[in-house]
């Protein structure tokens, strides 16, 4: 299969609809192109006017399965006909209990742990930053430059990747600071971050005041940032040390996008807390933290949600999880080191090409200038091609992890053409 372009783009319903929205909906999203989605395949969609794009974004790193994944239509099909919600805060059914167990088992292996599912990723933020105070009885947080956490006031005072994220929403949480991210892209090593670590708790942050770190183990919005190899081991054994406890924020990195379960498990460190959502549910509003049973101790009344663990996204989730242990993250492994390889390729032929990094299917491909990643962008969408910018200058790659490689390598021709 390959792209067809039949109508400029946008074509006259794509355009129609465009205008309509225009006038309908906040102007605060960030569309960087007029693609207007009328259904999806695996990695295919195709626009109301019958265009047909091959995806590199699924979704921002959502449709983990690819689109519409027939057992997952199958699973909420089956569950929306037993009944559609009944609010986990307050009453019991099946699907919430075994997703619980099973997420239990595969992200805190061997530790009694305990889950509370939320409705988006920066809900599980917010309800981590609560479980580590009410679990340490510390008021502070650290967080990293170019960290993406959510937009919610608490995940917001996290995040410190775009300004424009955050301007004219101050006051944001006072005990919030951060340290640069360590990343041979932008020339930070882990001793300097380590320093600045230290620094933190000899000033502003003394470490009995510090509840938590939030850390991307890569760094999504910011720029699908890789650290170096002993960065995440090194802060463990820091957080270890003053009682501080470590939340993975595996939102976009998590669920078999880079080719284990969890980033984190390329370091071979197990954190307190872990953030999920994004690909936990293949495209249904799902999302969850999990923590040590010790920690997560709060009782009753103390934290709670209408809408989450939905019965409809856990089945999902269920038959997601399904997929990705019946060989999905090994495919992102499998085709993640051909893109990868393929990308250093073009990288080698073409001067504006900066940097390649990511692992499995979290990949960038880094360019000297904002303003040419967001030419590639257009450049690619024009020929077929979906995808979305990161950090200043860097295009991700981020596609379902059902992608072959034909598919593939299909997107490595469309990106060295839009290049050329």
Known sequence: MRPEIKTPLP???A?????????????????????????GHGCWVTDVDGNRFLDFTAGIAVVTTGHSHPRVVAAIKEQAERFLHMSGTDFYYSSEIELAERLENRILPGTPARV???????????GAMKLARYATGRPSYIAFIGAF???TFGALSLTASKASQRRRFAPLLSSVFHAPFPTASRGVTTDQTIERIEELFATVAPPESVAAVFVEPIQGEGGYLVPPDDFLPRLRELTLKHGILLVADEVQSGMGRTGHLLAVEHWGIE???????KGIASGLPLGAFIARAEQMSWPPGSHGSTFGGNPLACAAGLATLDL??????????RVGAQMQDGLREIAATHRDVTDVRGLGLMLALELRTPELAAKLVQSAFGRGLLLLT?????????????????????GLEIIASALD
């Open 11 to 13: 074509g006259p319903k």
């Open 390 to 410: 990161a950090g200043t200058r860097a295009v991700r790659i981020s596609p379902p992890l059902v992608l072959n490689p034909e598919e593939a390598a299909t």
């Open 15 to 39: 355009a129609a609809l465009i205008e309509r929205d225009s006038k309908a909906m906040s102007p605060s999203f960030t569309r960087a192109y007029p693609f207007v989605m009328e259904r």
């Open 271 to 277: 954190p307190d807390i872990v953030c999920l959502a």
């Open 116 to 126: 509370f599912f939320t409705n988006s990723g920066a809900e599980a933020i917010e």
């Open 149 to 151: 956490h959510g937009r």
């Open 324 to 333: 990705l242990e019946d060989g999905l993250m090994e495919n992102a492994a």
